[in-house]
């Protein structure tokens, strides 16, 4: 069960790219 905001990191990771 990672963090919030771990998942968020990662949406924000993809958008970036």
């Not at 069960?1 to 790219?17: C, D, G, W």
């Amino acid at each position: 069960m990672a963090a919030p905001h771990l998942r968020i990191e990662h949406k924000t990771l993809q958008l970036q790219f």
